[in-house]
């Protein structure tokens, strides 16, 4: 069906062209079509795409090289998963034993104290200062 054109919007100081149409059914297909203005925005995006490469290009390069801001940041990037994996660990084991020595066979409340403490020390090791 044919659009009206409608009063213009303005809204957050940009202004907005606006159509209607009534009685359009459910699952009908509309097609608009822009002027072609897009001659003007090519010198915009080849610059923007050329910014973007060259920043990917330096971010590589810096990953590359590394150096010791990059290394630091990777431990304590690694440091920070293995903390979360550790605490993890513990929980889980908690969630199983904590609370119930009395119902569990001897072997396995030791097996999951000497854990506990190995998951624990490790905590320990990477939280504390070096």
Do not use: C, N
């Not at 897009?38 to 150096?67: E, K």
């Amino acid at each position: 069906p044919p659009l009206r054109v409608l009063e213009p919007m303005t809204m957050e100081g940009r202004r907005f062209a606006r159509f209607g149409a009534d009685s359009v059914a459910a699952g009908t297909e509309i097609t608009i079509r822009l002027a072609a203005s897009g001659s003007q925005a090519r010198p915009l995006i080849a610059v923007v795409a050329a910014l973007l490469l060259l920043t990917g290009a330096a971010l590589v390069a810096f990953g590359r090289r590394g150096g010791a801001a990059g290394a630091a940041r990777a431990r304590h990037d690694a440091s920070g998963e293995r903390r979360d994996t550790l605490l993890a660990q513990i929980v889980a084991l908690d969630e199983r034993f904590a609370g119930r020595e009395a119902e569990t066979p001897p072997e396995q409340w030791d097996a999951y104290q000497r854990r506990r403490a190995e998951l624990k020390a490790k905590l320990s090791e990477l939280v504390s200062p070096e």
